[in-house]
């Protein structure tokens, strides 16, 4: 299969890992802290309409619908395994959510649907074709003041950084990230872009990036 062929890729890269994803996180990606500051930098406004794109087991998804009741919040993503772990987690928060299946590079949504488009730890996940076509999935589903806000791998700060990125490329789609090439991606799919926010943790520094349709 060649590096342009789509493939889906499951949370931390192998089936078997999934449970585990959860917890991977608490302990090695400051999470709680980075997708807060992703929600607050959303200015999420009463009755929007918010998709977070490729969920997971739906920390995100469920954060943002506590920190905005009055939205309706959908979740996507391509793995069943992990949306039974989200809806079991939304339910057990008391949180209204629809999650559906679905891949981020052929979202089964009209186009304008969306008000705000959240996505944490994804990109890296996909070929740079299929950041491409996501992208312009994207740009499509949002209405024309629509923002995207992304978190994900950026580029890395420091030794420490630097180092780990050189180990992660061996297991991750992560070159575009690690080469600063996610910005232009953004203005290709016709996004203006600004960094909102870098942090660095155990596994690499994680920049947000915030592209406005308008």
């Given at each position: 299969?060649?590096?342009?062929?789509?493939?889906?890729?499951?949370?931390?890269?192998?089936?078997?890992?999934?449970?585990?994803?959860?917890?991977?996180?608490?302990?090695?990606?400051?999470?709680?802290?980075?997708?807060?500051?992703?929600?607050?930098?959303?200015?999420?406004?009463?009755?929007?309409?918010?998709?977070?794109?490729?969920?997971?087991?739906?920390?995100?998804?469920?954060?943002?619908?506590?920190?905005?009741?009055?939205?309706?919040?959908?979740?996507?993503?391509?793995?069943?395994?992990?949306?039974?772990?989200?809806?079991?987690?939304?339910?057990?928060?008391?949180?209204?959510?629809?999650?559906?299946?679905?891949?981020?590079?052929?979202l089964p949504y009209p186009d304008n649907s969306f008000d705000r488009v959240l996505s944490s730890m994804v990109f890296h996940h996909l070929t740079t074709k299929d950041?491409?076509?996501?992208?312009?999935?994207?740009?499509?589903?949002?209405?024309?003041?629509?923002?995207?806000?992304?978190?994900?791998?950026?580029?890395?700060?420091?030794?420490?950084?630097?180092?780990?990125?050189?180990?992660?490329?061996?297991?991750?789609?992560?070159?575009?990230?690690?080469?600063?090439?996610?910005?232009?991606?953004?203005?290709?799919?016709?996004?203006?872009?600004?960094?909102?926010?870098?942090?660095?943790?155990?596994?690499?520094?994680?920049?947000?990036?915030?592209?406005?349709?308008?």
């Amino acid at each position: 299969m060649s590096q342009h062929e789509s493939k889906y890729v499951p949370a931390l890269s192998f089936r078997v890992l999934t449970p585990l994803y959860d917890t991977f996180f608490k302990l090695t990606m400051r999470e709680e802290m980075f997708k807060r500051c992703l929600v607050q930098e959303a200015v999420i406004q009463p009755g929007q309409r918010v998709l977070d794109l490729g969920c997971g087991t739906g920390t995100l998804t469920v954060m943002i619908k506590k920190a905005h009741p009055s939205s309706e919040v959908t979740g996507i993503d391509g793995d069943p395994q992990v949306l039974e772990i989200a809806r079991r987690k939304a339910g057990e928060a008391g949180a209204s959510i629809r999650f559906d299946e679905g891949m981020a590079y052929k979202l089964p949504y009209p186009d304008n649907s969306f008000d705000r488009v959240l996505s944490s730890m994804v990109f890296h996940h996909l070929t740079t074709k299929d950041k491409e076509r996501t992208l312009s999935e994207i740009y499509r589903v949002l209405k024309p003041d629509g923002e995207l806000h992304l978190a994900d791998f950026g580029e890395p700060k420091g030794l420490y950084a630097k180092s780990v990125s050189w180990v992660m490329r061996r297991f991750e789609r992560v070159d575009d990230n690690i080469n600063g090439r996610i910005p232009e991606m953004f203005r290709k799919a016709k996004f203006s872009v600004a960094k909102t926010f870098e942090l660095l943790t155990l596994v690499g520094t994680l920049a947000l990036l915030r592209g406005s349709k308008s």
